[in-house]
């Protein structure tokens, strides 16, 4: 499944913030023998649409869909270099799909930063220079092969002009996914081989005091740091905190921050559609269950993500749109009102649709 490294200079409240993470019961609850890996969270993304599917079809359980998080060892200065745990750093990122920087704003004395002083701005350019200089390395390493390839081989030259060009965009200071270059996108196929940082997504997570979860001017701020990238507001203390209450307990708290949800399902949500996922439904006396498929996943793509038969025997999808089952209160009377669609191979799916896969065996 697709990750999320966690980076960020020491200090910024990363541990905390990863051990909120794990507090979350989600995957011990509910998939009792997955193993996990110590340095993974697996965290669960909220749908209050599973409550009420729960609710109609009177589920035993709930099953929202997950995001996994990594920590990554801490980055240093001097990273690309190979300097500390610079080089494992480097390839556990390479493994991730996403970068989540998390960045100090709150305020203590009896924790260091180890610039000596709280600027989310500096600590952004100093991880962004990191990652970059490590993809200036990796291109400067292929250059001279790709130039001498180039030289014989005709077809080789798109690719070179692709890979110089990137190192251009790096020269400047910019990452890769900022100029347009998403790792997993046509742009960015001729330097897919290279591993490249910097084409990864980014997720910012501002570690802030509480008083300043409310402060939406400056909120504005830390978010103009580093538009168009998403920005999370949370306090990991606060958050970890709150992975030990019950739900009512927990809400309690939130209140007396002036907050709705844990900055951790803030989180879990942007770090889902960062990854380019979105979620279908199914629902039955057993469960209701959000299933995870990449944006723009057919119906029998979607159908293999339960189970590989599905897919290879699929015929077709019986599909609510979760607000008609809802409008309408079940699936006999969303049938009698002809919401209930009948759909084929081509079908592309739509969040929030509640399905029943139709398939041989
Ligand atoms: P890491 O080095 O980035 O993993 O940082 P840690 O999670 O170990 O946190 C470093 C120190 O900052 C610890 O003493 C934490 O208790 C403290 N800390 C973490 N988050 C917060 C926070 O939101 N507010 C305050 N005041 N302290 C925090």
Not at 225 to 237: G, H
């Amino acid at each position: 499944s697709l990750t999320i490294g966690i980076v960020g200079l020491p200090n910024v409240g990363k541990s905390t913030l990863f051990n909120a993470l794990t507090k979350n019961e989600v995957l011990a609850a509910n998939y009792p023998f997955a193993t996990i890996e110590p340095n993974v969270g697996v965290v669960g993304v909220p749908d209050p649409r599973l409550d009420k599917l729960a609710e109609i079809f009177q589920s035993q359980r709930v099953l929202p869909a997950t995001v996994d998080f990594v920590d990554i060892a801490g980055i240093v200065r001097g990273a690309s270099e190979g300097e500390g745990l610079g080089n494992k750093f480097l390839a556990n990122i390479r493994e991730s799909d996403a970068i989540c920087q998390v960045i100090r704003a709150f305020k203590d004395d009896n924790v260091v930063h180890v610039d000596g002083k709280i600027s989310p701005g500096d600590d952004i350019e100093t991880i962004n220079t990191e990652l970059i200089l490590a993809d200036i390395q990796t291109i400067e390493k292929v250059l001279p092969r790709l130039e001498k390839e180039a030289r014989v081989k005709k077809d080789k030259q798109p690719q070179l002009k692709a890979v110089q060009a990137a190192k251009d965009i790096l020269d400047e200071g910019r990452t890769l996914f900022s100029a347009g270059l998403a790792q997993g996108t046509e742009e960015a196929a001729p330097l897919h081989e290279l591993h490249l940082l910097t084409t990864k997504p980014f997720i910012y997570v501002f570690n802030v005091d509480e008083d300043e979860l409310t402060d939406e001017s400056f909120k504005d701020e830390q978010r103009a740091l580093i538009a168009p990238a998403e920005a999370v507001f949370l306090n990991a203390k606060l958050e970890a905190d709150l992975a030990e209450l019950d739900e009512a307990e927990a809400l309690e708290l939130l209140h007396t921050v002036g907050q709705e949800q844990p900055g951790l399902a803030t989180l879990a949500h942007v770090g889902f559609t960062t990854l380019g996922l979105q979620t279908y439904l199914t629902a039955g006396p057993k469960e209701a269950r959000a299933w995870t498929i990449p944006r723009g996943a057919t119906a029998p793509e979607a159908a293999g993500v339960i189970h590989t038969d599905f897919q290879r025997g699929f015929i077709k999808a019986e599909v609510i749109s979760y607000d008609d089952l809802v409008t309408t209160g079940s699936v006999p009377e969303a049938r009698a009102a002809g919401k209930a669609r009948m759909e084929g191979k081509d079908y592309v799916m739509r969040d929030g649709d509640v399905v029943e896969f139709r398939f041989n065996v």
